[in-house]
């Protein structure tokens, strides 16, 4: 497996208090859901809607994307979102009464039957939360059976603890839920993966963990990319896959997924709201922030200290996250870190020497910079399965020439769907 | 709002180009250090050579630097325009240099100055500049610049002192251990090892060679670091090395030659000199891992084929170069192999190559050990040193039964214990003193001649002691010495010795003065001898013979005492002129011995 062990800067936001920031006048609720802006939208200016109310479907995959408050649908806005884009979002005026969609045949958590998990999975739009906006009901609705199951919380960029929060505050309830999927899903075993310097998390689980025998907690070494579910199936269950986990009977979950599978499953709820880790040394606090989905980031960066000036804004980790260019912002489900670095000077790229650190470290076993050489050439792209790069950066990282390897790569993937 | 957008990932790695470049020099350090220790230091101490003498080899790494640098510059100002700035960064980044550091370092010390120089402009321009300059180039511009020299220069390089430096001039030998095994006509430990003074001097590295490639040790340390630093590609000297002690440990093992032989192997000629610095060259070596390690494995296989199949001694940089030009194929395999499981084949193949050769080449190699059916032994008595064969023989007429007893000399006698020849024959041979004969000369029993009349008898008898004799060998592991050949006298004066010896010839007993110094044999002096030419006249008894025993021939064998093959027995003086040579092979073992 290969990876690399980051400068993690973990404590500047680990172990501090949690900022609730859940009442915001306005949210923005973006149209987009698994990386697709093609929707369908249910509601018109001047709607009323509760928390959990349909705004808009996906024509992708059905996924409904969800009001987080209660109040009146105001407009439409341009906001940044978390690919660096401007797209469209629907502006709702909250009315802080808390609203709540009526729920009917709630049942106790493990009493639901396969069908109506994977519907509930669909109706409350549970998508991936580690980044992937991957629609989660697609995960279990296969005819492939499930032998295992993973729970991510590895966590591997640098900067972000917002799922160590969540899980060291609602270790049972994640627990509770592995279980009642186990028990829906007939899954026999569950690995809940955390890393290894985590140790006083480590210990607050191996307190609770004994009451369920089939859930294992395991411990992986902090390296990048540990959290790829490559390499945690790898090195979890000694198993390789070729494109996706099911491959190898396995169901990959981050650990802020299986918490909105809880809401789901126990309440009928929408989870309406995330922890997001905002950190930086461009900001003044550096802290995890519960905030409602849809909240403008600006408001949440001017309690936390943040001064206008020349400043870098990545959406997600320092790794894998996307700068965007103003704080017009808007938080989607799937933005677990907003990183704010003071802007540094650009290296110059160098000649490149063919050191060939960048083929040794890929961990999705690429040739960076043989993919750079022939990017206008699909065909010979192709044969370099170019498709197959997981955008970690490490080629970008590992660079002496500071060469934007990334950049060549993701470029190569676009010009390869293009000539399709 | 203003905001600096720039492209992710917002973290890089805090080395650089330059870095790397500036670790690879630091390892170097070392090893010119060693060098100029070894060739200007060391010399200079013992008294071989003055102070500018000391200084030489510092001189000419540092040239060869300068070399590169200076045209890399000219180059820039001349056809890219380049000023100030921009030239002050061409000098700082330090790629000039590294082509003219590595080919000083892999060129022979007695390399004119000027030679040097031309090798490192050649070097630069055709190299690397043509093909537009650092990260473009296909051959590593080093290894073009030295196989240049080589070539063209070669012999005046040769004349000049090759490898040789003055302190090894005077102790060590005149050749490198690695054209050695050209030279020498058996090979062994004692004479491709010994005298460079065991497998220590070649960790050390106070062996003969260029002036970076002896010391292993210090390149081994190197290699350790580069390693940890992430500086170079490792995998490509470490799956060079072990397909080449792959080959010559399969070889080695079909020919009976002991682990010292692979040490040799591996620890001359610049393999691992050339595998950590010169094959890993970042520009002329593939990037994909399992590239690296085709690459590395090609790179054994070619040079185990060089050194076994050519007596060519450049076969690192060689294959090297060579293997440069098919670097884009192996970054093709290595670049599918990770999903296209089917470009394993080239690794099997590969390997079956390498193990196929190794053991071809070495049966090719075993020395022919004909079994010989009609011969047996019966008994063998051991008694403290004093070894009986009860051996036997078929003869002409039936078994010849024999009791031949060794003792720490060699053949102490043969008794024929047993025989079918008729009476006749058997009273020519012993009336000829056959087996006297066979006991004088034991150490060449297949010179004694046969007894006329009695050929088949005297043959069968004759390969009976030789097949007794490489029993013994076999089961004792010591020589059998020319017995002909005795020490009357032996003076030491000062450093030298002064030998007077006696051998057997062509009519009666020789004596010779030997002068050896430092076991190498300095004069040879004919004494007192009853050989006899043609020459009708003059009859006195003690006189030279010019035919054969002229001084031309004993110079011819002093020039050439290390690969006595060479020199051709004087024709109408046969038996004189390999007695001769005896003697010369002889002191030279005894020189060493004692």
Not at chain 1, 18 to 38: A, G, M
Not at chain 1, 214 to 228: E, R
Not at chain 2, 288 to 305: D, H, N, R, V, W
Not at chain 2, 360 to 382: A, Q, R, T, W
């Amino acid at each position: 497996m290969r990876g690399i062990k980051l400068k993690g800067y973990r404590k500047l936001t680990k172990d501090k208090e949690i900022i609730t920031f859940d009442k915001p006048k306005y949210v923005y609720i973006p149209l987009i859901c698994s990386n697709s802006t093609d929707v369908e939208i249910k509601i018109r200016r001047g709607s009323n809607v509760k928390i959990g109310s349909v705004i808009a479907i996906s024509n992708k995959n059905g996924l409904p994307i969800l009001s987080s408050v209660s109040g009146t649908v105001i407009d439409y806005e341009d906001k940044y979102a978390y690919n660096g884009e401007i797209i469209k979002t629907v502006k709702i005026e909250n009315n802080f009464k808390e609203e709540y969609i009526e729920v009917s045949d709630i049942k106790e958590i493990d009493k639901y039957t396969k069908k109506e998990f994977i519907s509930i999975l669909k109706d409350f739009g549970i998508r991936g939360l580690g980044g992937a906006d991957f629609p989660t009901y697609i995960k279990y609705d296969t005819k492939t059976s499930i032998k295992n199951l993973i729970i991510n919380a590895v966590e591997c960029e640098p900067y972000i603890t917002s799922d160590y929060t969540l899980l060291k505050d609602n270790i049972s309830e994640i627990l509770e839920t592995i279980d009642a999927i186990m028990t829906i899903n007939k899954i026999h075993n569950a690995y809940l993966v955390i890393k290894k310097d985590k140790k006083k998390l480590i210990k607050k689980i191996k307190e609770v963990i004994g009451s369920y025998p089939k859930i294992k907690l395991s411990t992986v070494p902090d390296i990048y990319p540990m959290g790829w579910e490559k390499n945690i199936v790898n090195y979890v269950l000694h198993k390789n896959y070729d494109r996706l986990p099911i491959e190898v009977n396995t169901v990959v979950n981050n650990v802020s997924t299986i918490y909105s599978i809880y809401e789901a499953l126990k309440y009928k709820k929408y989870m309406d709201s995330r922890i997001v880790t905002i950190v930086g040394d461009g900001i003044k606090k550096s802290r995890n922030v519960k905030v409602k989905i849809g909240t403008d980031l600006s408001l949440v960066l001017e309690e936390l200290g943040y001064k206008k000036k020349e400043l870098l804004l990545i959406s997600g980790g320092p790794m894998m996250g996307r700068a965007i260019e103003s704080e017009n912002f808007t938080i989607t489900p799937n933005v677990n870190c907003v990183l704010i670095l003071k802007t540094t000077e650009n290296d110059i790229p160098n000649v490149c020497m063919r050191c060939g650190k960048c083929a040794a470290i890929c961990p999705a076993k690429l040739s960076p910079v043989l993919i750079k050489e022939s990017i206008n050439d699909p065909k010979e792209l192709k044969k370099l399965n170019v498709d197959r790069c997981v955008e970690c950066g490490l080629c970008s990282y590992i660079c002496p020439a500071k060469i934007m390897l990334r950049n060549s790569v993701v470029q190569a993937k676009k010009n390869v769907r293009d000539a399709k | 709002m203003n905001i600096d957008t720039k492209l992710g990932p917002y973290m890089k790695s805090n080395d650089t180009t330059f870095k790397m470049m500036r670790r690879l020099i630091i390892s170097l350090i070392p090893i010119v250090l060693f060098s100029v220790y070894k060739n200007g230091v060391l010399p200079y101490l013992k008294g071989y050579t003055n102070f500018f003498g000391m200084l030489y080899p510092l001189v000419f790494i540092i040239l060869g630097c300068m070399s590169t640098l200076v045209t890399e510059e000219i180059f820039l100002i001349v056809f890219k325009k380049k000023k100030g700035n921009e030239l002050l960064d061409s000098i700082k980044d330090g790629y000039g240099i590294i082509p003219g550091l590595f080919l000083s370092l892999v060129l022979p010390i007695n390399t004119p100055l000027a030679i040097l120089f031309i090798g490192g402009i050649f070097a630069l321009l055709i190299g690397k500049m043509i093909y537009g300059g650092f990260g473009y180039n296909i051959f590593n511009p080093a290894l073009i610049g030295a196989i240049f020299v080589i070539t063209c220069y070669g012999t005046l390089i040769s004349t000049n002192g090759g490898y040789i430096n003055r302190l090894e001039l005077d102790t060590v030998s005149s050749a490198t251990p690695l054209t050695n095994v050209n030279l020498v006509n058996d090979i062994s430990y004692d004479t491709l090892v010994k005298p460079y003074g065991g497998i220590s001097s070649f960790l050390i590295g106070t062996i003969p060679g260029a002036l970076g490639e002896t010391s292993s040790i210090l390149i081994i340390l190197a290699f350790i670091y580069l390693t940890i630093t992430k500086t170079i590609k490792w995998r490509i000297p470490t799956s060079y090395i072990l397909t080449f002690i792959l080959m010559v440990s399969l070889y080695s093992c079909i020919t009976n030659m002991g682990t010292w032989y692979i040490l040799f192997e591996v620890l001359s000629g610049g393999l691992l000199f050339g595998a950590v610095f010169m094959a890993t060259d970042p520009v002329t070596s593939p990037v994909t891992p399992k590239g690296q390690i085709l690459y590395g494995m090609a790179l054994g296989l070619m040079t185990f084929l060089i050194r076994y199949l050519t007596s060519y001694p450049e076969g690192v940089m060689t294959s090297i170069l060579f293997m440069n030009v098919f670097v884009l194929f192996f970054d093709k395999i290595g670049s599918r192999i990770e999903y296209n499981k089917k470009y394993y084949i080239f690794y099997i193949v590969m390997i079956l190559v390498i193990i196929g050769l190794g053991t071809y080449i070495g049966i090719k190699n075993i020395p022919n050990e004909e079994v010989d059916l009609d011969y047996n032994i019966v008994d063998i008595e051991d008694n403290d040193g004093i070894k009986k064969y009860t051996v036997i023989q078929k003869g002409f007429g039936g078994d010849i039964k024999s009791l031949i007893t060794f003792d720490s000399k060699g053949i102490k006698s043969i008794e024929i214990l047993d025989h079918y020849e008729s009476e006749d024959r058997y009273k020519m041979v012993m009336d000829e003193k056959l087996l006297n004969k066979i006991i004088e000369n034991q150490n060449n029993v297949s010179n004694v001649d046969t007894v006329s009349g009695a050929t088949i008898s005297s043959n069968a008898i004759k390969k009976m002691v030789e097949n007794t004799i490489n029993a013994y060998i076999k089961d004792t592991g010591v020589t059998i010495k020319n017995n002909s050949i005795e020490i009357i006298s032996k003076e030491y004066n000062k450093d030298a010795i002064l030998y007077v010896i006696r051998l057997s010839s062509f009519n009666g007993k020789m004596d010779l003065q030997v002068v050896m110094k430092n076991n190498t044999i300095r004069t040879i002096i004919p004494l007192k001898y009853n050989d006899t030419c043609i020459s009708e006249t003059n009859k006195s008894e003690y006189y030279t013979c010019p035919e054969y025993l002229d001084q031309d021939y004993i110079n011819k064998l002093i020039i050439n005492q290390n690969n006595l093959d060479s020199v051709d027995t004087v024709s109408g003086a046969t038996i004189s002129s390999k007695a001769l040579k005896e003697a010369v092979t002889y002191m030279k073992e005894e020189g060493l011995n004692g």
